[in-house]
C-alpha cells in the first residue's frame, strides 16, 4: 500500500525485498483494515498485526481467501475467492453464493451507494446490483464493456464508475445502460483498468494495466515505480478520512 499525502511513502511491507499483494484498504475511524494475499491486517499508530477476524474465521478463509472489506451499518462485508460474499453482522455470519443469485463466486468488488443499494462486481459475471434482498445483473448485454468488474466507485455527482478488463465504464445518474468512457483517450480507451476513485479535490485517479494516473480538466497524468509507487500493477484506490490517498499494489502498500 502506499500513501499520498503531500508525499509518497512505502510502508508496508517494510522489507523492500518482500512481495505481498494488498487487495485493499478500509478505514475505521481509528484503524486501517488491510486484505492481503496473506489474510486480513490492522494497522493502527504505524502498527501493524493480524486481524482477530483472520483467527475467528481462519478455517472459512482456507476455503476462500477473502479479498475486500467493506464496512456499512448493515454489517461487515468481504469476498472471497471463489465463495461468494460473506457478511458479519451481530456476531453472525452468513454467506451469499451463485445459489441466491450470483452469477460468479468470485468478486473482486463491491460499493455501497447513497440510495443503500450494494454493487458488487465478478471475475466473469459481471456486475451485480443488490436492492431489497433481489440481485439485478449488468453485463455486457446491457452496455458494459467487459464483464470483469475490478472496482466500482461513485463520486458526488452519482455518477458510478467501473473498471473493467475493457475499461473504465460509468453509469450516469437516471441512465440504464453503463457506457465506456474515455474513449478517445488512448492510455485508457479499451485498456484495462484496476481501480478508480475522485479525491475530494476533483481529481479522478485510475489504474491502468500498468502505472497510475491521475486525470482533471482534459489533462492526463501519469505516475510509475519511478515516482515512488511500489510497482505498477495498483489494486485499489483510497482515500481515507484525513484526506491521505493511499494505494494497494502487488508488492505492498503505500
Known sequence: VQRRSGETGKLFPTNQ????????????????????????FMMKNQAITPHPLHHKYEKLFRRGL????????????????????????????????TSDGLR?????????????????????GGLHR????????????EGL?????????????????????????RLLPGARKPELAFRAIKKLGKNAVHAVLSDRKGYLWIAPDSGLCRYKNRILETFS?????????????FQARNGDLWFCTKKGLN
Not at 130 to 141: E, P
Not at 149 to 161: F, K, V
Request: aromatic fraction near 14%.
Open 17 to 40: 525485498k518482500e512481495k505481498l499483494d494488498v487487495y485493499s484498504i478500509y478505514d475505521t475511524g481509528d484503524s486501517f483494515w488491510l486484505a492481503t494475499d496473506a489474510g486480513f
Open 66 to 97: 477473502p479479498k475486500l472489506v467493506m464496512g456499512s451499518n448493515r454489517g461487515l462485508w468481504f469476498s472471497t475467492d471463489g465463495l461468494g460474499l460473506c457478511r458479519i453482522l451481530n456476531g453472525e455470519i452468513s454467506i451469499l453464493s
Open 104 to 124: 460468479d463466486g468470485h468478486v473482486y468488488s463491491m460499493l455501497e451507494d447513497r440510495e443503500g443499494s450494494f454493487w458488487f462486481g465478478t471475475l466473469q
Open 130 to 141: 443488490l436492492s431489497n434482498i433481489r440481485f439485478t445483473n449488468f453485463t455486457m448485454r
Open 145 to 169: 464493456t467487459n464483464s470483469v468488474i475490478r472496482n466500482i466507485h461513485q463520486t458526488r455527482d452519482g455518477t458510478l464508475w467501473f473498471a473493467t478488463r475493457s475499461g473504465l465504464n
Open 225 to 237: 515505480p519511478a515516482d515512488g509507487l511500489w510497482d505498477n500493477y495498483v489494486y485499489d484506490i
